[in-house]
């Protein structure tokens, strides 16, 4: 059972402008959202989270939204650098701290 | 501070041998997790550790796959036997107690041939 959805393995987008990552998940239960980035060869970084007391957190060029009524959740990257090039995983933990996490987005970001 | 360390980095081995992964989380870290990522797809929990006692194991695929955490620091997870489908990446992560935010390792490739 996959609780945690990410439906486009992949995005490519120019240099500057905004990159749209998202995830959905169908478990009621997850209170805390987290979106890890993943470099070739090296373990995920923690990137940004969001309760689920909060519908928006914003933290430098990186924010993420979240829809608890519609279960989805976005990160919006602005403007986009080409360091910014990595798979993105979106996860999701209830009350017992596991975290589930999506098949990840590659993002291509070029110059 | 130092990091979520792993070893080894990668490991090869034959079908049917013993293999074991080895996990040092941040100094402090009660929560410890192992996760499996196989043939590129999404990141699937094993099992968590809430000091030296199991929280949840509900994601161990089946009883080849032993973790330990004695003591409440390091923890190690062997394979015996080792099948072909157990190929894949394994990460450990560390969290404080009652937070949220996970830190992961660099992780142990593992090639089952």
């Known amino acids: 059972d996959q609780q945690v959805k990410q439906n486009s393995p992949s995005l490519s987008v120019q240099e500057g402008r905004i990159s749209i990552l998202n995830c959905d998940y169908t478990n009621s239960m997850f209170d805390y959202f987290l979106w890890y980035k993943k470099y070739p060869a090296e373990g995920p970084t923690f990137l940004i989270s969001?309760?689920?007391?909060?519908d928006k957190n914003e933290d430098g060029r990186f924010t993420v939204f979240l829809n608890k009524s519609a279960k989805h959740l976005s990160l919006h990257i602005v403007p986009s650098q080409p360091g910014d090039s990595a798979v993105y995983f979106c996860?999701?933990?209830?009350?017992?701290?596991?975290?589930?996490f999506g098949a990840g987005t590659r993002l291509t970001v070029k110059p | 501070e130092a990091g979520v360390t792993q070893f080894p980095s990668h490991s090869v081995i034959e079908k049917g041998q013993t293999v074991t992964l080895r996990c040092d989380p941040i100094s402090g870290h009660d929560n410890l997790y192992w996760y499996r990522r196989v043939m590129g797809k999404e990141i699937k929990f094993l099992l968590h550790?809430?000091?030296?006692?199991?929280?949840?194991e509900s994601g161990m695929p089946n009883n080849r796959f032993l973790a330990e955490r004695t003591g409440g620091t390091y923890s190690t997870l062997k394979v015996q036997p080792a099948e072909l489908e157990d190929s894949g990446v394994y990460f450990c992560?560390?969290?404080?107690?009652?937070?949220?935010?996970?830190?992961f390792g660099p992780g142990t490739r593992l090639l089952v041939l």
């Open positions: 996860a999701a933990s209830g009350q017992g701290n596991d975290m589930r």
């Open positions: 992560a560390s969290s404080q107690f009652l937070q949220e935010t996970q830190y």
């Open positions: 969001i309760s689920s007391i909060k």
């Open positions: 550790f809430v000091k030296e006692s199991k929280q949840d």
